[in-house]
Each structure stands twice: as C-alpha cells, then as structure tokens.
C-alpha cells in the first residue's frame, strides 16, 4: 500500500530533551515536507526536501532541523523542544515539487512539551 | 507571495442539506492547481478534489464539486447532500504549476470547521 509512514503518532517529552519523529515514504516521491498545525493558524510548512540531500526552509523553520540521506526517509529532529513547539506535525511527499500531484500525508504526530 | 483565505472559522449544516465552503487566494501566477482537504477527527488528511486554474470547468467528485471563479481568485466547495460522516475540518490550499524550490509548496488556508447536524 502506498502509504507515509510517521512515528511515534503521539509523542509527550520535556523542555531540551532532542527527540527526532520519523518519516519514510514508500512511493518513490521525490519531494518530501514537514508541516506544523495549531489551532487557527492552519498548516505551517517548517521544512522540504526536492531530493536526496537537497533542503530548504519553510516558514517555521527556526528549532528544527531535518535531513534526506535516503529517499524514502525525512526525519524531523528537535534538538532542544520548547512548549512553543506542542503542536500537530505531518509529514507530507509528492511525485515532485509543483504541478497536479498533491501531497500524500502521514498520520500526524501529536507532541506535547511540558 | 501566494496567499490562501478561509473567512468562515466555523460552518454548521443540516443532514442532507446542502453547504458552501469559501475560499479566496491572492497571486500573481496564471497557472496553478487548487485543492481541498478534509480532517475529519481521526486528523488523517484526505484530498478531496482539485482544481487546474487553466480549465474553466468546474471539478466534481461524487457529492463535492466547486466553483471556481479565476478572475475574482475564488476557490468555493460545495457539499450536496451532506452525510453526518462529512463532519471534519476543510482546508483550501494552492500549488504553483510551476516546479522547483519554494514556489512548489502547498500553501494551506487556515481551514473550516463543518459540523453536520443530524
């Protein structure tokens, strides 16, 4: 089944322990994206990838990072979460960047940082 | 930059009525795509139906179908016939036709919430 993985689908953790949430696809897309969501704010992009070891910011980039050292995987790592990055974050791929082909979304993380 | 506005944080509907989504978009582009999602609780995100901004004809999936107005950059939903199952939050987003870099992102409205009444 074509599917985005992501785990762990809920996630509780304290102020400056690094967590990473993974992400791996099994379509072959080469465009892969993180968003955040928040109530009233809608889907925020935090990073995107257009390939293997190609990354670009998004519009809420800053205390995260990701890497691409494979296709399939792009994970999302906090090195020191803060309350202010409780949220509800997708992992999300596509055949490419641009164009008819929508995104394929995991099934969400919920992380909580107390 | 493109933008993408929801005005209706909330919309409620009757059980087989029928309901309307709004959704505005600010670019400067010609050629683009145009989508709505659906989250319903268990806040998986289901692509309902898209838009090409080349083709005149309005999209239609089954019970949803939009009007899509490019001169006034309107991207409304319709849902005829609403089932209580439809109950979910609705996002309107924008893509570029354009590949490569930023201007390949999906842009996201900050979505609706429908409630369906029984």
């Known amino acids: 089944e074509a599917q985005v993985t992501q785990n762990p689908r809920y996630l509780i953790t304290v102020t400056g322990k690094k967590l990473t949430v993974t992400c791996s696809q099994n379509?072959?897309?080469?465009?892969m994206s993180w968003y955040r969501q928040d109530p009233g704010l809608g889907l925020r992009q935090i990073y995107y990838?257009?390939?293997?070891?190609?990354?670009d910011k998004g519009d809420v980039p800053e205390g995260y990072k990701v890497s691409r050292k494979e296709k399939r995987n792009f994970p999302l790592i906090l090195e020191s979460p803060s309350p202010n990055q409780t949220s509800l974050y997708f992992c999300?791929?596509?055949?490419?960047?641009?164009?008819?082909?929508?995104?394929?979304f995991g099934s969400g993380t919920r992380l909580t940082v107390v | 930059a493109q933008t993408v506005t929801q005005s209706q944080p909330e919309m409620s509907v009757q059980e087989a009525e029928t309901v309307t989504l709004s959704c505005t978009y600010d670019t400067s582009e010609s050629d683009y795509y145009l989508f709505w999602y659906k989250q319903p609780p268990s806040r998986q995100m289901i692509l309902v139906i898209r838009q090409e901004a080349y083709k005149q004809q309005n999209a239609t999936e089954n019970r949803f179908s939009v009007n899509f107005q490019k001169a006034a950059k309107s991207f409304s939903l319709k849902i005829s016939d609403s089932q209580l199952g439809d109950a979910a939050m609705y996002f309107c987003a924008y893509r570029s036709a354009n590949y490569g870099g930023s201007q390949g992102n999906l842009i996201f409205g900050k979505g609706t919430k429908l409630s369906v009444k029984p």
């Open positions: 999300a791929s596509s055949l490419s960047s641009g164009g008819w082909n929508g995104y394929t």
């Open positions: 379509m072959n897309h080469e465009y």
């Open positions: 990838s257009m390939n293997v070891e190609v990354t």
